[in-house]
């Protein structure tokens, strides 16, 4: 059979005439358990899809002068920062692509932060599980005889219980934090696959409107010039 993750309490638990196991009880679980858990992920790309999300949403507002007006504030028009926003847009507008390259970069590395959170959560309720089952063995064990052992015992099992619930509440975080990611996950796919692709539909429509609009006014233009070039042909005759 394999090797336990980490150590299961001993039989008998504790030896009570040992001032110094008394004291140290559970020592090797605990470092067991930070082996087991390792250092915490390093955060970041959950942020940085923020800000690329954040981008995108400019870029899409540069044709849209009075939303970057109404978002900057009246202070902010009166400091001239919606014109700064404004080119700020338009710049973004001429590198969305780049910027949804950037935010699926983004995606898969949270993807793997999430993933991580999980198996973090996994070796986090493992280690509750030994550390309450260490805290039951010892409660279970004959008591010391001597009261200064006897107090260590007591100390050293509030010691472990405290650490367990401190770890429940690591897991819960961590399932909160993958739960925070999944959703902007979802929120990123909803604005690239949906909103991003209408947003391009109206644009070209909006495009093909005023072309439509210049071929009409250069149809006008044509045809009045025609009838100048026509009146300036009879008079000549």
Known sequence: MPEPLLPVP???A?????PL?????????LVAVERLIGPPVVAG???ALVLEMDNIRLAMQ???GRQIRRSVGLLGR???RDVEAQVQAEQLAGQLDVCLLRADGQVQALRQELAHYLRQVASVELAVAAIDDWAVAGESATAPVDSVAQAALQRRLLHLRGLARLRQTEAEQLRLLHAQGAELIE???RIRDVLLPLWRQQALAERAAQMSGTLAQA???QARILDEVTAMQARLR
């Open 219 to 221: 149809a006008d233009a």
């Open 10 to 12: 001993p039989q008998p």
């Open 45 to 47: 790309a959950a942020s």
């Open 187 to 189: 929120r990123y796919q």
């Open 78 to 80: 009166l400091l001239g």
């Open 62 to 64: 540069a044709r849209d």
């Open 21 to 29: 196991a008394v004291a140290g009880y559970g020592s090797e679980l």
């Open 14 to 18: 504790l030896a009570a005439d040992d």
